[in-house]
């Protein structure tokens, strides 16, 4: 749970009220996140609450995740990758 608490060091104990963690873009893709939270072969280890008004998800880890084709949020990650290895691009 180390990470736990260095998320709550740098970004104070409400996480939500902390302006320097941003919201997602719009319902769409929050739909979309929140989707692959929920349906995760995974554990949610860490974080993972939502608030649909204010666009918020939780930092979230994923733990015991099976790496499965079947898996979106596998799935998407894969996707994400092929997408930065072909463009030689890093997500930073």
Do not use: C
Not at 42 to 58: F, N, P, Q, R
Request: proline share 2%; hydrophobic share 35%.
């Amino acid at each position: 749970m180390e990470f736990k608490r260095v998320l709550k060091e740098f970004y104070g104990e409400n996480l939500q009220d902390n302006q320097d963690l941003s919201r997602i873009i719009n319902a769409r893709h929050f739909g979309r996140l929140r989707r692959m939270i929920n349906e995760t072969k995974g554990k949610v280890a860490i974080g993972g609450s939502v608030d649909e008004y204010d666009l918020w998800i939780e930092p979230t880890v994923i733990g015991n995740s099976i790496i499965s084709i079947s898996n979106k949020l596998t799935n998407q990650l894969l996707i994400i990758d092929n997408k930065l290895s072909a463009n030689n691009n890093s997500p930073l």
